[in-house]
């Protein structure tokens, strides 16, 4: 299976901060990345897809980029709303896996 | 809307088996996967296999081979989960999720707690 690693697994931040969290496939994926947000008592949220793909109603605060193994979720800024766990995950194999989070803390 | 809807929580004991639901409204039931995925308390998402609902096709995680079973009854638009030979490490909360050919979830359910305990 491809091992997704996500740092840091938590990160404090202000309100207005830009926020950026990696995430690193044990092989490459082609860009078949998605991100998710949760927060707590919540579903996971669709944010991005295909590492760079905004999904619809997201805010344009939240971009992707990447290629091969490493990708990055970057937030321009923070905004209260945005404190929560995010999740990275592959979808290159027929077995998907996810990242470990990355818990966004209020500094 | 576009809305998956899950039954609600169960308590098992050891060794027995699970059935979660989860029903599909807003869009036509076999044009999309379902996903299954839990959260162990406190922990990350696990992603449990898929099931295409127009043929029946199944992928399991090699974790969950043997037991657990997806299943759907089209008529209702509803797909299953089951989960069999229960331990205290399965509790959980279960999420199904609408899967594109992508195989990207963008519609989830808002989960079902699955608590095994003698």
């Known amino acids: 299976d491809i091992q997704m690693t996500q740092s840091p697994s938590s990160l404090s931040a202000s309100v207005g901060d830009r926020v950026t969290i990696t995430c690193r496939a044990s092989q490459g994926i082609s860009n078949s990345l998605a991100w998710y947000q949760q927060k707590p008592g919540k579903a996971p949220k669709l944010l991005l897809y295909a590492a760079s793909r905004l999904e619809s109603g997201v805010p344009s605060r939240f971009s992707g980029s990447g290629s091969g193994t490493d990708y990055t979720l970057t937030i321009s800024s923070l905004q209260p709303e945005d404190f929560a766990t995010y999740y990275c995950?592959?979808?290159?194999?027929?077995?998907?896996?996810f990242g470990g989070g990355t818990k966004v803390e209020i500094k | 809307q576009v809305q998956l809807v899950q039954s609600g929580a169960e308590v098992k004991k050891p060794g027995a088996s699970v059935k979660v639901s989860c029903k599909a409204s807003?869009?036509?039931?076999?044009?999309?996967?379902i996903n299954w995925v839990r959260q162990a308390t406190g922990q990350g998402l696990e992603w449990m296999g898929w099931m295409n609902p127009n043929s029946g096709n199944t992928g399991y995680a090699q974790k969950f081979q043997g037991r657990v079973t997806m299943t759907r009854n089209t008529s209702i638009s509803t797909a299953y989960m089951e989960l069999s030979s229960l331990r205290s490490e399965d509790t959980a909360v279960y999420y199904c999720?609408?899967?594109?050919?992508?195989?990207?979830?963008?519609?989830w359910g808002k989960g079902t707690t699955v608590t095994v305990s003698s």
């Open positions: 995950q592959q979808y290159y194999s027929t077995v998907l896996t």
């Open positions: 999720a609408r899967g594109r050919v992508t195989m990207v979830q963008d519609v």
């Open positions: 807003g869009y036509t039931f076999t044009s999309y996967d």
